[in-house]
C-alpha cells in the first residue's frame, strides 16, 4: 500500500466515529440556570399580581353591594319619612278644618240673627250695608282660597316641591 487516499476497495477495520458535540460550557449552563430563574420570578410576579387584581375586583364587587344596600336603605328611610308627613299633613289639616268650623259655628248664627232682627226693626238700610260688607269679605276669601288652591296644585305638580 503505497501512501495516498484509501481506495475503496481496501478494509478499514474501524470506520472513524462521528464528530462528538462539545461539552457545553459551565457559562451557557450558568446562564440558562440564571434566565430560568428569572422566567420563574417573573411569573411568581404576575402570578401575585394576578392575586392582586382578583382582590381589587372582589373588593370593587362588595362596594358595589354596600352602594346598592344603602341607595335601598336610603328610599325605605325615605318613603317612611313621606309617610310621616303625609300623615302629620293630614292631621294638620283635619284640625285647620276643625278650627275653622268652630269659628264659623258662632258667627253664622249670629249673623243670621242680627239680619232677622233688622228685617223685624224694619232696618232695611242696615241689612243692606252688611250684605255689602260679606260681599266684600266673602268674595276676597273666595278669590284669596282660589289662588292658594291654585298655587298649592303647582307646588305638587313641580318637581322642586317633591322629597329626594
Do not use: C
Not at 500500500?1 to 466515529?17: N, S, V
Not at 446562564?31 to 392575586?51: D, F, G, R, T, Y
Amino acid at each position: 500500500m503505497t501512501g495516498g487516499p484509501p481506495k475503496p476497495t481496501d478494509l478499514t477495520p474501524y470506520a472513524a466515529p462521528p464528530p462528538q458535540a462539545a461539552a457545553p460550557s459551565t457559562e451557557f449552563l450558568a446562564q440558562l440556570v440564571a434566565n430560568q430563574a428569572k422566567a420563574n420570578a417573573n411569573q411568581a410576579k404576575a402570578n401575585e399580581l394576578h392575586e392582586k387584581e382578583l382582590e381589587l375586583q372582589q373588593y370593587q364587587a362588595e362596594t358595589e353591594r354596600k352602594k346598592i344596600d344603602h341607595a335601598q336603605e336610603y328610599s325605605l328611610k325615605a318613603l317612611d319619612a313621606q309617610l310621616l308627613d303625609r300623615q302629620e299633613e293630614r292631621v294638620s289639616q283635619s284640625k285647620t278644618t276643625m278650627l275653622s268650623f268652630w269659628i264659623l259655628l258662632p258667627v253664622v248664627p249670629g249673623i243670621l240673627g242680627i239680619a232677622w232682627y233688622a228685617l223685624y226693626a224694619n232696618k232695611e238700610q242696615f241689612i243692606i250695608e252688611v250684605l255689602k260688607y260679606l260681599a266684600t269679605f266673602a268674595g276676597g276669601g273666595g278669590v284669596g282660597y282660589f289662588f292658594a288652591h291654585k298655587k298649592a296644585a303647582r307646588s305638587t305638580d313641580s318637581p322642586e316641591g317633591s322629597a329626594p
